[in-house]
């Protein structure tokens, strides 16, 4: 009987090299394969054979493959997923706040203040000059210019917002996508290693989408003792057993919701891609958002200027007599334009350069209509503390731009940071669990020996077989 075990073990050291090799060969072919974790085959030695009597012991019976394992560290994925949310998110908010910098084009001739500047300037010359009808149409071009300058910038803060409110529902479309493929691996993963099969595959694949889920939310993992996975955002559940509890977002508002109806509430600090957009342009009622708090301001410069140019406007003369006349219209950014009087065929006229004298009859010493001393006054409001009582209209918009600047600029370290970090914690990953062509050739010559040398010792067994059955029993023929 001790012979014949050679045999089989013989037969199961090349069962067993076989399956090294194939696990190797798995391991080569996917090499380039996005979240792919190395795997291995555990070996075991089978049962032993006990011999009873004279030199009695036991008798290995060779070799098994226990397990196909995934070389995977849970620790570095939980590390991964924490940093990838705070990466998103700092992606999200430097690739806005560029976008809102581009739109406030700052330094440059075109940009707000440079506008703003040659406004006033323009009063200041028709002060010089109040008669001239040359000044007073390049004031009422500046005015135009202004507005629209003003309104230009609004339609396209309001286009930045339309434009993330879609990105919201992009996002949220992914997180249910995602949500419902892991809940389809989850059914699979049960099924397979029910059966005492090992699910690697399937798993690199859900690990996969949670790496991906992660960068646009910030969840909690937990597994059961089956292998599925439940997936808590916020402290609602987004995926449980089989059930996934998908978002519906408004586009028009950008308001997301969880299937009960509550609204979806961004932490004290906003992870992911998604809180990153939701933090642009609605957090809730007391914070109406980053992007939104840029437009109220801009709102704020317009209406303070309509506001303090008309005021005096409306006191001061033009050259026909007449007052009360607004320079502006509108009450904000979006809406605001020089007055439809104004831009009549003889609006130039209206112009209100001269302070409104009393009387013209009863007090001579009043100024003449062709006075500018009006216009002086209205040239001189960019030196004044107007906006919110506490700053001038050209500080109040260069500190708008400074902070936009200044907030571009964290988010740019972060982003910096976070990516170094994130890198790092990647890179230790694939050294645990990434393959390694040059450990894999190696493995390959080994697991050929060992397989041919199994190979060699059934040929060895078969020889001695063939000697004790046809060598043997020869004596006295």
Same mark, same amino acid.
């Given at each position: 009987m001790g012979t014949f075990f050679g045999i089989e073990i013989g037969r199961r050291g090349i069962m067993v090299q076989q399956r090294a090799l194939e696990t190797t060969g798995h391991n080569i072919a996917n090499a380039g394969t996005k979240g792919y974790s190395r795997q291995e085959v555990v070996l075991a030695t089978t049962p032993p054979y006990s011999f009873p009597g004279m030199g009695a012991g036991q008798q290995g019976t060779g070799v098994k493959a226990q397990e196909v394992r995934r070389i995977r560290e849970e620790f570095l994925d939980f590390q991964y997923r924490n940093e990838v949310k705070t990466l998103g998110r700092w992606q999200v908010r430097q690739n806005i706040l560029e976008k809102l910098e581009a739109i406030f084009n700052e330094p440059s001739d075109e940009g707000m203040g440079a506008v703003l500047g040659r406004f006033f300037d323009a009063w200041q010359n028709v002060a010089r000059y109040p008669e001239s009808e040359g000044a007073r149409s390049a004031l009422r071009q500046e005015g135009i210019t202004l507005a629209e300058a003003f309104r230009h910038m609004a339609d396209q803060i309001s286009d930045l917002k339309a434009d993330i409110n879609s990105s919201i529902g992009v996002k949220v479309n992914e997180i249910n996508s995602v949500?419902?493929?892991?809940?389809? %691996? !989850?059914? #699979?993963?049960?099924?397979?290693?029910?059966?005492?099969?090992?699910? !690697?595959?399937?798993?690199?694949?859900?690990? /996969?989408? /949670?790496? #991906?889920?992660? &960068?646009?939310?910030?969840? #909690?993992?937990? &597994?059961?003792?089956?292998?599925?996975v439940s997936i808590v955002v916020r402290d609602h559940t987004l995926l449980s057993?089989?059930?996934?509890?998908?978002?519906?977002?408004?586009? =028009?508002?950008?308001?997301?919701?969880?299937?009960?109806?509550?609204?979806?509430?961004?932490?004290?600090?906003?992870?992911?891609? %998604? &809180? $990153?957009?939701?933090?642009?342009?609605?957090?809730?009622? =007391?914070?109406?958002? /980053?992007i939104q708090s840029y437009e109220e301001r801009l709102d704020?410069?317009?209406?303070?200027?309509?506001?303090?140019?008309?005021?005096?406007h409306m006191?001061?003369?033009?050259?026909? $007599?007449?007052?009360?006349?607004?320079?502006?219209?509108?009450?904000?950014?979006?809406n605001m334009s020089v007055s439809k009087n104004i831009l009549k065929s003889d609006g130039l006229n209206l112009i209100a350069a001269a302070v409104k004298p009393e009387d013209y009859d009863?007090?001579?010493?009043?100024?003449?209509?062709?006075?500018?001393?009006?216009?002086?006054?209205?040239? +001189?409001?960019?030196?004044?503390?107007?906006?919110?009582?506490?700053?001038?209209?050209?500080?109040?918009?260069?500190?708008?731009?400074? &902070?936009?600047?200044? +907030?571009?600029?964290? =988010?740019?370290?972060?982003?910096?940071? +976070?990516?170094?970090?994130?890198?790092?914690?990647? !890179?230790?990953?694939?050294?645990v669990s990434g393959v390694s062509l040059d450990e894999e050739a190696v493995n390959m010559i080994r697991f050929q020996q060992a397989y041919n040398a199994s190979a060699r010792l059934i040929t060895v067994v078969d020889e001695m077989l063939e000697v004790l059955i046809n060598r043997t029993g020869l004596v006295g023929r």
């Open positions: 949500a419902r493929q892991v809940r389809d %691996l !989850n059914a #699979q993963i049960v099924k397979a290693e029910a059966g005492n099969m090992a699910a !690697n595959d399937l798993r690199d694949r859900r690990d /996969l989408l /949670l790496d #991906q889920l992660s &960068e646009v939310v910030p969840i #909690q993992v937990e &597994e059961d003792r089956f292998g599925a057993g089989h059930k996934v509890n998908a978002l519906s977002v408004d586009v =028009a508002s950008g308001k997301v919701t969880w299937p009960d109806g509550a609204e979806y509430r961004i932490g004290r600090r906003p992870y992911g891609t %998604l &809180e $990153g957009l939701l933090e642009a342009v609605h957090v809730d009622e =007391a914070n109406p958002g /980053l704020t410069l317009a209406a303070t200027i309509i506001e303090q140019v008309n005021n005096l006191k001061g003369v033009g050259l026909t $007599g007449l007052t009360g006349i607004e320079f502006f219209s509108g009450d904000n950014a979006g009863t007090n001579p010493s009043c100024p003449p209509l062709g006075d500018g001393s009006n216009a002086l006054l209205i040239a +001189q409001l960019r030196h004044e503390t107007l906006v919110n009582g506490t700053t001038t209209f050209n500080d109040y918009y260069n500190g708008l731009v400074a &902070e936009l600047g200044v +907030q571009g600029q964290e =988010a740019e370290r972060n982003v910096d940071n +976070q990516t170094i970090l994130t890198s790092e914690i990647d !890179n230790r990953r694939l050294a």
